[in-house]
């Protein structure tokens, strides 16, 4: 089994940066992408970005130029940074790993705040 601890949310001002960290544990070599998904009160889950096993990368177009998505295979972690954050940014950020068969784990989310 994989089991992910997302850290790294909290309050920030429009225009400001955040760094989310999604540390991996567990069955590491089935892990084939890691990703995060975001949803705000009233809206539909989000997929923000993801990255394989390989180093390929996806981002939702609404976070496309600001957002970056980065993993070091040492750590068995993968980041987020987060940079001119707007007030629409406003979520819990949910990380989550998965095998290629799409099993695996989703942490419980962290919270992120953009004031305008």
């Known amino acids: 089994q994989v089991h992910v601890v997302e850290s790294g949310g909290g309050l920030v001002q429009a225009g400001g940066s955040l760094r989310l960290s999604c540390a991996a544990s567990g069955l590491i070599f089935s892990i084939n992408t890691m990703g995060w998904y975001r949803q705000a009160p009233g809206k539909q889950r989000e997929l923000v970005a993801s990255?394989?096993?390989?180093?390929?990368?996806t981002y939702a177009d609404s976070v496309k130029g600001r957002f970056t998505i980065s993993r070091d295979n040492g750590k068995n972690t993968v980041y987020l940074q987060m940079d001119s954050l707007k007030p629409d940014d406003t979520a819990v950020y949910s990380c989550y790993a998965l095998d290629a068969l799409g099993r695996g784990d989703w942490g419980q989310g962290t919270q992120v705040t953009v004031s305008s």
């Open positions: 990255i394989t096993n390989s180093g390929g990368t």
